[in-house]
């Protein structure tokens, strides 16, 4: 079984200070994004699953309508697994209530003008984001007990809680040690052939909050990738599927 784990906006930074070694594996280091104008999410993911730069198909109806963008089956690597499961990934099997609300709330919260109103939403905001994650996890092991030949689990607690929390280092080294014990766990499980830990880009402080940084993190156990850039992986899973 080949496994990625992908985690939105982990930050290659956080990685090294919290000293996350199951994230890090033995071949670790940044991807390479700079082809792109800005480091989107949902660019990023369409990208990494077609091996082509899409920012300009994503972008084409604007910045609101590209999170309903759905990527058809055969245009991704997914097509070349008989079994795949492929959880949450932007672009194709995105939960869009779930990250809607997400992105209103947080909207929400720049226009409150009282902080006991942006505490308030802050706190909803958060639980979302923790209880989304914790579903996502849920279903993610479970397919990894699964036969299958392919499991992609995408996670956007780091990117989520980092928007309103980066400056709170205690939340973030929680997160970032969860996401640890996440890649651990995986590890233990020898279902698992291969795994790949990929972000799209990761996060930088914006004072108290987060923004998006220019470069992305991946990490194997099998292959150094020298700074690859996110298209690369297209090529890269097909390659390690067909080494069996
Ligand atoms: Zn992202």
């Not at 720049?110 to 849920?138: L, S, T, V």
Request: proline fraction near 2%; include cysteine.
């Amino acid at each position: 079984m080949i496994v990625v784990f992908a985690i939105d906006a982990l930050e290659y930074e956080l990685v090294e200070k919290f000293g996350c070694n199951n994230l890090k594996q033995e071949y670790y280091g940044k991807t390479n994004i700079s082809e792109f104008s800005q480091p989107r999410t949902m660019v990023l993911w369409s990208s990494f699953m077609t091996g082509e730069n899409k920012e300009k198909e994503v972008l084409k109806d604007g910045d609101k309508e590209m999170w309903n963008k759905k990527w058809p089956i055969e245009k991704t690597f997914f097509s070349e697994f008989k079994n795949p499961v492929i959880l949450d990934l932007p672009g194709f099997s995105y939960d869009l209530k779930v990250h809607e609300k997400s992105r209103k709330l947080l909207k929400e919260f720049f226009e409150a003008k009282d902080k006991e109103e942006k505490d308030k939403i802050r706190k909803e905001y958060n639980k979302d984001a923790f209880e989304h994650h914790k579903k996502i996890k849920d279903e993610f092991f479970k397919a990894l007990n699964e036969d299958r030949d392919f499991v992609l689990g995408y996670f956007s607690v780091a990117d989520v809680i980092g928007h309103l929390n980066f400056g709170n280092t205690t939340m973030m080294k929680m997160i970032y040690k969860e996401l640890d014990e996440i890649a651990e766990k995986i590890k233990n499980n020898n279902k698992v052939d291969k795994l790949i830990i990929l972000s799209d880009h990761g996060m930088k402080a914006i004072g108290m909050f987060g923004d998006h940084s220019n470069y992305g993190f991946w990490s194997t156990d099998f292959r150094e990738l020298n700074n690859p850039r996110i298209t690369d992986f297209f090529k890269l899973i097909k390659e390690v599927k067909n080494e069996g």
